[in-house]
Nanobody, 125 residues
């Protein structure tokens, strides 16, 4: 059974940092392209960042480029999202997601196979 378990969310002030973690179990982590997808109240899901199976390719939404960094640690079956200089518009539920058997970055949220339960990030001004 595949499980993706996120952690690291919380309530912070504008300008603060958070690091989200997602531990993957039940299937070979190295065979998955990973993404962090966020959804704010009343808005559509947005792919914030994605990383290829090898970690060699990444994607960032324009809204987070230069502030967020996605990375993966195969030895820990974990993908991270380092979020710096957080802003109120970053407030959302952040989901970790996996696409199996894909070598490149996966840009469409609907293409991901498995999702975590989500972790809330709230940024106040």
């Amino acid at each position: 059974q595949v499980q993706l378990v996120e952690s690291g969310g919380g309530s912070v002030q504008a300008g603060d940092s958070l690091r989200l973690s997602c531990v993957v179990s039940g299937r070979s982590f190295s065979a998955a392209s990973m993404g962090w997808i966020r959804q704010a109240p009343g808005k559509e899901r947005e792919l914030a960042a994605a990383v290829s199976w090898s970690g060699g390719n990444t994607y960032y939404a324009d809204s987070v480029e230069g502030r967020f960094t996605i990375s993966r640690d195969t030895t820990k079956n974990t993908v991270y999202l380092q979020m710096n200089n957080l802003q109120p518009e970053d407030t959302a539920v952040y989901y970790c997601a996996a696409r199996w058997g894909s070598y490149g970055v996966v840009l469409r949220p609907t293409m991901y196979d498995d999702w975590g339960q989500g972790t809330q990030v709230t940024v106040s001004s």
